[in-house]
């Protein structure tokens, strides 16, 4: 099965990459490393830090695959942001990763798409990684196709859960502390996981997450 969106989705998507590159670029200076270790065809997990809500336009820029991005079903019903995650091949699930949801998930990765998920459930805090979801165990545990890591750094600052209004580091200008910066990281192979209980899953995913953002982090422009 093919992961691309129908033409009409294909060129919104493209207008929403070109656009948001263009915007993070020039007003918060943003660097990425590791654009070849994204797979270019095939189902591919993507999982990310959360620090802020551009974190899901964010990840896309790391590569040129088309990503699905999962979306609490609640914010399906809301009039304007409805309809524009819908266009951008948003898949709902619940709030807890449910059943429901980790199947959302196992279908999309069966029709060749690459799903983007934040493991932590929620923006962080404080800017560290924060403890991943135990559901997150169950996923990689049961997909067959790469794992990619992507660290994101800079967005807490840039707009952090405790910000009304994004604070820019515009290119070209002194570097201020919301510049922004991903580091993709190489495909995990889940056989990795293969017998090892849910504790054991976690650490190391929350390790390597962690690594993507020190990756990152050294990446920012300063």
């Not at 990684?129 to 990689?140: D, I, N």
Request: charged share 20%; glycine share 10%; net charge positive.
């Amino acid at each position: 099965m093919s992961d691309r969106p129908p033409l009409a989705g294909r060129l919104w998507y493209d207008a929403v990459f070109f656009s948001s590159f263009t915007f993070f670029t020039f007003g918060f200076s943003l660097r990425r490393s590791g654009w070849g270790n994204m797979p270019r065809t095939g189902p591919v997990l993507v999982l990310a830090n959360h620090q802020s809500m551009f974190d899901p336009v964010l990840v896309g820029l790391s590569s040129r695959r088309y990503l699905s991005y999962l979306a609490r079903s609640t914010l399906f019903a809301q009039p304007v942001l409805g309809p524009l995650i819908r266009s951008l091949n948003a898949v709902p699930i619940d709030r807890h990763m449910g059943k429901e949801g980790l199947q959302a998930v196992l279908d999309a990765l069966d029709a060749g798409r690459a799903v983007l998920m934040f493991p932590e459930g929620e923006r962080t805090h404080t800017g560290a990684v924060q403890p991943l979801k135990p559901g997150v165990s169950l996923l990689v545990r049961r997909v067959t196709c790469p794992i990619v890591p992507v660290g994101i750094a800079g967005c807490y600052e840039a707009w952090g859960r405790y910000r009304t209004w994004p604070r820019f580091s515009p290119l070209g200008l002194p570097p201020g502390p919301s510049t922004i910066a991903l580091a993709v990281g190489e495909p995990i192979d889940p056989a990795r996981y293969a017998g090892k209980d849910r504790g054991r899953v976690v650490d190391d995913l929350h390790r390597v997450l962690v690594e993507r953002h020190a990756a990152a982090e050294a990446l920012r422009r300063k």
